[in-house]
């Protein structure tokens, strides 16, 4: 199926210069102005597609909550019960499928970076949104896990969050 008739799908990742998306304890220091422009762009899109990892990581910090309680879709290759407004799945084609069955036109691809490589490597992102914090791990978990893609990028815009934190919009091209 294309789902690019469909629906629009977006990655949004806040990221450390060196393009780490977590401590390699799973730590996130953002600011408050990018958990802020996520969180709004979370809630305009009113769902959100994330690996296991990141659900459990998410639950853990009560960060639902702080998102607006979208609709959330898991992709998992094991077993588990849904709960309220929360689905599991075994792909990222079967995580579009349930979203496009539920009439969204957007969908926010919310990492970690297993899933986001996954969803590269298939050609379903449209468009990336990146918070660069003023950071620089030495290690961590990088936005996209090592996977087998070149993906060709165009700037949409640019923005200031603050003082130290920018904001980077591109397009994903696309040659098929
Ligand atoms: N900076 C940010 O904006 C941001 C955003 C989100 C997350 N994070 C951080 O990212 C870290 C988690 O990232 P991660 O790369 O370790 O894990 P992840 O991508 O969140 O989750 C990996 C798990 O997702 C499932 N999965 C992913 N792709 C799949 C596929 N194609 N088919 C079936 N199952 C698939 C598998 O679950 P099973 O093992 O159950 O099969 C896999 O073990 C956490 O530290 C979190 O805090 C940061």
Redesign the pocket.
């Known amino acids: 199926m294309n789902f690019d008739e469909y629906m629009k799908v977006i990655l949004?990742?806040?990221?450390t210069l060196n393009g780490y998306?977590?401590?390699a304890t799973?730590?996130?220091p953002?600011s408050d102005e990018s958990w802020a422009s996520?969180a709004k762009k979370v809630q305009e899109v009113q769902n959100i597609v994330?690996?296991?990892?990141?659900?459990e990581?998410?639950k853990a910090c009560n960060e639902f909550e702080r998102i607006g309680h979208p609709f959330t879709v898991v992709?998992?290759?094991?077993e588990h019960e849904p709960n309220a407004n929360c689905v599991f799945v075994?792909?990222?084609e079967e995580a579009l499928d349930v979203l496009q069955a539920k009439g969204f036109s957007e969908v926010l691809v919310?990492?970690?970076?297993?899933?986001?490589a996954?969803f590269m490597q298939k050609g379903l992102i449209d468009e990336i949104y990146i918070?660069v914090e003023p950071l620089v791990f030495g290690k961590g978990?990088p936005l996209f896990?090592e996977s087998d893609f070149d993906a060709h990028l165009e700037l949409i815009n640019t923005k200031q969050l603050s003082k130290n934190t920018v904001q980077l919009h591109y397009r994903v091209k696309k040659y098929n």
């Open positions: 949004y990742m806040t990221t998306i977590a401590t799973d730590g996130t953002w996520y994330i690996g296991r990892r990141t659900y990581v998410m992709v998992s290759s094991g075994h792909s990222p919310g990492g970690g970076g297993m899933l986001n996954y918070d978990i896990a």
